[in-house]
């Protein structure tokens, strides 16, 4: 099996596109990528393509991404699993290029969330991912799908809703000296607590925005690394874990068990645990995902993620900063470029040139958690050759 | 509710049971959001039949069926857990239809009748092995102030005068009735003071179901004698014997119906084949059971994760009661559903199995993790002109209810 290497990254600015389509942000954040590849990358040294695309925007998105970028000639795939498409087309490029059979893959995630409306995408987007029979009709929104976990948690758990609150202020604060990011205003803990109520224990302020983005990563063989980068940013470990489909037959909602599943795959691959980990960006769709999340990561205890959060060790210069791109909730969230997007921040990190550069960074972690809380994927990218 | 023993048709009497939906005031009960004639005809009718006793044929009163082509009896008898050969007479009336209906009927004959308007309730008899009504008179008489079109279109012409000389006085005379009637079901607390025996009890409804309100009120009150229901200017009277019948009620404390918003957004789509493969375990509250190892999974499911068996399971009733194990409540707007609701992850009494759905009878965001309740049939939607129904937990009125709007 071959080593692989991010050699280049790039996104779009995450927001309201409203005056772009994913046609053109898909081009836009491959562009980005080749440009950031040190000694240049020409689009025809790419073998493959993987989309990685939650909605179905415009249509065929294996096409759109061949159409708009210029690579009719090589075999494109969209993927789709949740919010975890991100980290699994990464997954499915390494696959690719590991096995010998492709040397350059352009991962490329993308999702245009505002071309639906505001009041309705996650209604429009339920109708395609819920049991018609047993789930759709109940209204189990995508809020309402973690907040049956939240709610467990804080029940068990000493957390409170102040500590989900914290995460939303500290992922503005890193968020604001970002200048991809949807979000870029500071927040307070009172702001949060007095939001109107979205999904019991969440209010407004605990959920991400609704977003339009693209990021892509470029991912490399390792005997072809040194043609495009002396710096490459080396692929360590990654894991997609799965779980029940449905909220009733999730044993223990205190826990996401499909993020313990992709960390127990990732790690062992890595041959590294929770405390080799610098830095992580951890899927923050709503706080309370991003706090449960330390302790299925191993960041934290069981039960003990509050802690993390009152001794601040979650900032840029705490023990274990989370998400210095601003996490999903400032940066923001097109479900298929959230992934990408996080590689693209820990790539920049990793190279010490992120707009909130942690002091020494050599090892990152990327988590991914979606649908009915059922996959979620992880990938750990490290500055050394494995 | 008295927790008699298993009653039936070697009852003497008959059994009634009597339900109002939790919503209104004192003066008259609405309808919950969830609710409809069906889900509320069920209520009623699980207070007579969930004691296990026989049923050989049902009437289902009402004036308000939610279908009109169809639709109705399967989900009463699938919630009901009766059998599906069974037959159901889904029959268009007010409180005389009920009587007749009542009179004429066979020992073991389940009689089900639903005021799904305000007033609203809902009541339901299982005739035991003698019948305690003989017929005393009737007069079809026709005096329509209010009308209700095929359409749906309605009309009122309300003179109450008019309607208390020509409609009642009369049709009681008609009828050549023996004596006062003890109790007037259908007629308005003012006529019904009026041409009634001193100490009639006020009823709660004035359609069908106030025919079984009657007579569930003289059974708590050991009266027998004349009892009139009446519908505009038609009347039917039958003598009722008390002794040997029981009642059950479910009738809680009415609280001020909530208000909720419905967003606009068209239907909520619907799979009919799906509907289809999930109704006998989602009406009928019963879970997938392994026939090899047990297992019970609720939907039901082809592989059994407990043995690997393929395609080796039977249906099995589910406990219908419960405990709240996650719950949270949705503030803002859904296309096609009134916010504010609350779901609850509730876990089956005795069992592993949970299922996910929606709370009810109680404000949204009041229940709390650790709430015990009733698991109740509802409409969990109306999908594309479709009834959509399925079990809602209904927590206990003594079950921990949070303040308003704190779920955790």
Known sequence: MRRVAIVGAGMTSFGEHFSRGIKELIPM??????????????????????????????????????????????????????????????????????????????????????????????????????????????????????????????????????????????????????????????????????????????????????????????????????RYTDRPVWVLGFG??????????????????????????????????????????????????????????????RFCAHKLVEARDHYVGGRIPINPSGGLKSKGHPPGATGVAQCVEIFEQLRGQSHNQIDGARVGLAHNIGGPTAASGITILGKSRP | MSDASVEGVDAMGMTIGTYLPPWGTSDGRVLGYDEDALTMAVEAARLVVDAGAAVSRVVFVSRELPLLEGGNTAPLLAALRLPDTLEVVEQIGGAPAVLDALMSAAPSTLVVAVDAVAPAGAAAALIGARNPLTFAGRAQRSLPQRTRLADGHSYRDDDPRL????????????????????????????????????????????????????????????????????????????????????????????????????????????SLAAYDRAFKSKVGWQAGQCTSCGLMSIPPRFHCLGCGADDQWTLAALPRTGTVYTTTTIHVPVPSLESPYTLAVVECDGTDVRSLMHVTDVPPGRVAIGAHGRLVLRRVAMRTGVPDYGHAFSPDPAASLTAAGGAT
């Open chain 2, 163 to 270: 309607m208390r000389e020509s409609g009642v006085r009369t049709s009681l005379a008609a009828a050549q009735l023996a004596e006062k009637p003890l109790v007037m079901a259908g007629a308005s607390a003012r006529d019904a003071a009026a041409w009634s025996a001193a100490g009639a009890p006020t009823l709660p409804t004035l359609g069908a179901s106030s025919t079984l309100f009657a007579l569930a009120a003289l059974v708590d009150s050991s009266r027998s004698g004349l009892v009139a229901a009446i519908e505009q200017a038609a009347l039917s009277a039958a003598t009722f014997a008390a002794a040997g019948s029981t009642v059950r009620r479910h009738e809680r404390t009415p609280q001020k119906a909530v208000v909720r918003k419905r967003s606009p957004g068209g239907d909520i789509k619907l």
């Open chain 1, 240 to 301: 997609l874990g799965i779980d029940r489909v449905m909220h009733q037959h999730k044993r223990d909602m205190t826990s996401f068990t499909c993020t313990v599943k992709a960390a127990k795959a990732a790690y062992a691959m890595a041959g590294l645990g929770p405390r080799d980990i610098d830095f992580a960006e951890v899927h923050d769709c709503f706080t309370a995902v991003e706090l449960i999340s330390y302790e299925d990561l191993g960041f934290a205890e």
């Open chain 1, 29 to 226: 954040a491959l562009g980005e990528a080749l440009a950031s590849v040190d000694k240049g990358m020409d689009r025809r040294d790419i073998g493959a393509a993987w989309l990685g695309e939650v909605g179905t925007t415009d249509g065929f998105g294996a096409g759109i991404l061949a159409d708009s970028c210029g690579l009719l000639d090589i075999p494109v795939t969209r993927t789709e699993n949740a919010c975890a498409t991100g980290q699994d087309i990464i997954r499915q490029a390494i696959y690719a290029i590991a096995s010998g059979y492709v040397d350059v893959v352009a991962a490329v995630g993308a999702d245009k969330v505002r071309d639906t409306s505001s009041s309705s995408t996650f209604w429009d987007w339920m109708a395609q991912t819920r049991d018609m029979a047993w789930d759709f009709p109940l209204g189990l929104l995508a809020p309402a799908n973690f907040a049956l976990h939240a709610s467990r948690y804080l029940h068990e758990a000493p957390a409170t809703r102040e500590h989900m609150a914290m995460i939303a202020v500290k992922n503005h604060f890193h968020g604001v000296k970002n200048p991809k990011a949807q979000l870029r205003n500071e927040i307070t803990v009172e702001q949060v607590l007095k939001a109107p109520l979205v999904a019991e224990p969440f209010g407004m302020f605990d959920c991400t925005p609704q977003s339009d983005g693209a990021a892509t990563v470029l991912l490399v063989a390792e005997e072809h690394v040194a």
